[in-house]
């Protein structure tokens, strides 16, 4: 069946998480993508793990291969003039340009978004950077835990659990993962306004503020409240908290009254469920600290499974905290066919996540795995550009390709 993106042609610029994550999102609804990366070392992901039985390689890193499947691989340096040349050549026919460089760094080589735009005007220029292309902070570097902590984020992980003494959390790269959904949304959106108006734009596209987004409702307290939350704040409602059982960690969202009626004859009636510091949502938060032990005893008695089985015989909000062994052994996932297998001609066959969505009558596959360093030079530069073996090989004794 025909993909969704299947008539999208798309050059990426990128390396890390976020550029590549938004181009690998859209190579999964069809569209072509071809992955450029620096000669010899490629993408700084190669070398991060983990890495398959810890032996390290440019193709054996586990990231890497997830971020980049659906791909077509070059090498190319873009600092020489020629490797500008071939760039040109390669977005003449794209319908998309991903970078991630500093901002103004293309402008000075003359392949920025303003001189793609005479070459191209129906060419989409999509920047991703970790502030954006104006603004005071324009050309600082940044990185996933950055973002995360001048977010805001940060100043809430983890939230209601731990102490004043606790140094703030992160979670794993969701930064740069956000800000890759934030643009591969936002390509999309161009890709349709260019089908009314036949011209391109740029996407301007920040990490911080894309972190910032996904945590709008911490942001909402400032100016509601005037009092910024943090992670050991006494939450506004409960029990809508995470809670320690014999193997584990549950998370309760038990707030609704019914919710919270249900859930103590699901329990016994416990005498201190009948106190008067527990009759609503607002007193069981004002009253935490007396609630939390309460609870932990009663769920330290039994198991994560025997708890998500209470609260889905009775239909509460209660779930469990799984381990990544848990989550890939998920039946929930395994019937719908999340996880996917992939061959790959260094690592062989490996699972990796699959689309959070389902297409019925343009359904997603994998097509590719992820490319190895310059694979496609000759299929690129000389099936689609013309250059000759001869041509190939000088380009790469130049360090060109």
């Not at 129906?122 to 005071?136: M, Y």
């Not at 972190?211 to 005037?226: D, K, Q, S, V």
């Not at 190895?372 to 013309?386: A, E, M």
Request: glycine fraction near 8%; proline fraction near 6%.
């Amino acid at each position: 069946m025909k993909a969704v993106l299947d008539d999208v042609r798309i050059v990426e610029y990128g390396e890390s998480i976020s550029a590549p994550y938004c181009s690998k999102l859209l190579a999964d609804l069809g569209a072509e993508v071809i992955k450029i990366e620096r000669p010899v070392s490629g993408d700084v992901m190669r070398r991060r793990g983990p890495f398959l039985d810890d032996i390290q390689g440019p193709d054996r890193s586990g990231v890497f291969l997830y971020l980049n499947s659906n791909k077509y691989g070059v090498t190319l340096d873009i600092e020489k003039p020629t490797g500008r040349d071939i760039l040109r050549k390669l977005l003449k026919d794209a319908d998309v340009f991903i970078e991630d460089t500093r901002p103004g760094t293309l402008d000075t080589l003359g392949i920025g978004a303003k001189d793609l735009k005479a070459l191209h005007p129906a060419l989409i220029v999509t920047s991703v950077s970790p502030f954006g292309q104006n603004g005071p902070y324009k050309k600082y570097r940044g990185a996933d835990l950055i973002s995360w902590h001048m977010g805001g984020p940060g100043y809430v992980t983890p939230h209601w659990i731990g102490t004043a003494k606790q140094e703030p959390l992160k979670a794993m790269q969701t930064a740069s993962f956000v800000a890759g959904i934030s643009a591969a949304i936002a390509v999309m959106t161009a890709l349709n306004a260019r089908d009314k108006t036949h011209r391109g734009q740029q996407v301007d596209v920040s990490q911080l503020e894309s972190t910032i987004t996904m945590f709008g409702y911490c942001l909402a307290y400032w100016p509601y409240e005037h009092r910024s939350d943090t992670r050991v704040s006494k939450p506004a409602i409960a029990p809508e908290n995470f809670i320690q059982c014999k193997d584990g960690w549950v998370c309760m969202r038990v707030v609704e009254e019914h919710h919270w009626k249900t859930f103590v004859e699901a329990i016994g009636n416990p005498d201190w469920a009948s106190h008067g510091l527990f009759d609503n949502m607002y007193q069981r938060a004002e009253h935490w600290e007396s609630l939390q032990p309460l609870l932990t005893s009663w769920a330290m008695e039994h198991t994560k499974k025997e708890i998500f089985d209470l609260a889905k015989r009775v239909s509460i909000p209660i779930g469990p905290l799984y381990s990544m062994e848990e989550v890939v052994s998920n039946p929930q996932l395994t019937e719908r066919d999340y996880f996917v297998e992939i061959m790959h001609p260094e690592v062989g066959k490996l699972t990796y996540p699959g689309a959070p969505y389902k297409l019925n009558n343009n359904p997603w596959q994998m097509r590719l795995p992820a490319p190895k360093l310059g694979q496609h030079n000759v299929d690129i530069y000389g099936g689609r550009l013309g250059y000759t073996k001869e041509e190939l090989v000088k380009l790469y004794e130049c360090g060109i390709i």
